[in-house]
């Protein structure tokens, strides 16, 4: 016998951990399918999980934001420690006498098409949208991923280079770790949760995004929220919070622990899953800020 615990023993023990306070839950070894696996036993009464396995190893971060260096999430992630070392809380131009690099000052010269009120017609205006810089080196526009009619929507930041590859938001390491955590309140990207970006194109080098860009962007995110009408959102990332709650001179952790609402739906801000991967204490937090999501939501 391997000794490795069945899904149900995972699960529980996955529960238990959170529920006791662990700062610590380590996933080491789990393929996409076992965790999914995993994910199913977690939740009463779900079907069994589907097995595909998506995109591996994201190592998105989320930049300090607070003495207690709080990270704000880029996406999904391959950043170094260079690339965040050059990173400025004011989002600064990249410099264009970089080696081989091209000045990033396109502006966003095309204006805003009129949005259609059909889900499915929004989305192809997404894919072909070409309003700022960012359509420039992109591979996949990442629109959303999720059923359209969920109870939860889920708004990250952007994507990473995983997610410009193969579309779909939150694969990797970190979108594993948010399945987890998600499945612990008996929700899922299966059949009951939504998932999002404010921006739909990946910055160059996992860079934040500029507020131009985050200005030409986030109404796609406006009109999906309207067409989806989640029960609640959940915003993982300084970026999506500070843009839902309309306090963008607000740190995360001084909008986390409470419920805001957008537009009359309940609002929840959280840490960026990835940023749990890289400290650990703040795990408790996410499951705190998760039971505040639980009450919003209620029975299903």
């Known amino acids: 016998m391997s000794g490795r615990p069945t899904p149900a023993e995972g699960a529980l023990l996955l529960r238990q ?41 994201r190592r998105d971060a989320e930049r300090t934001a607070t003495g207690d260096t709080e990270l704000t999430s880029t996406g ?17 131009v990249e410099p264009a006498s970089k080696a081989g690099a091209k000045p990033d000052t396109k502006p966003n010269a095309v204006p805003l098409p ?38 939860l929507m889920v708004v990250g930041e952007a994507p990473g280079a995983n997610e410009d590859q193969s579309g779909l938001p939150f694969v990797g390491a970190a979108g594993k770790y948010l399945d987890l955590l998600l499945a612990t309140v008996g929700l899922g990207r299966e059949d009951s949760v939504y998932i999002a970006n404010v921006i739909k194109c990946r910055p160059p080098g996992n860079r934040d995004p500029k507020d131009d860009e985050i200005e030409a ?4 995110l406006r009109k999906q929220i309207e067409l989806v009408r ?23 952790g001084a909008l986390r622990g409470k419920v805001h609402h957008y537009h009359g739906v309940p609002l929840v801000v959280t840490y960026h899953p990835a940023a749990l991967l890289r400290n650990s204490r703040w795990t408790r937090h996410f499951w705190d800020d998760l039971q505040l999501l639980r009450g919003v939501l209620g029975e299903p």
Do not use: W
């Open 217 to 220: 962007c986030s109404p796609y």
């Open 76 to 92: 999904d992630a391959e950043r170094t420690a260079t690339g965040d070392a050059q990173r400025t809380a004011k989002h600064d």
């Open 230 to 252: 989640p029960e609640a959102l959940l915003a993982v990332g300084s970026f999506s919070g500070k843009l839902l709650t309309g306090r963008g001179d607000t740190t995360l």
């Open 114 to 151: 009129v949005l259609p009120d059909s889900y499915d017609e929004l989305r192809e205006v997404a894919l072909s949208c070409n309003r700022c810089r960012l359509s420039t080196n992109r591979t996949q526009v990442v629109f959303s991923d999720g059923p359209a009619d969920a109870r």
């Open 17 to 57: 951990r959170l529920e006791m306070g662990a700062s610590e839950i380590f996933l080491d070894g789990l393929t996409r399918a076992q965790a999914l696996a995993l994910i199913a036993e977690a939740r009463p009464g779900d079907a069994a999980a589907p097995a595909d396995a998506r995109a591996e190893a």
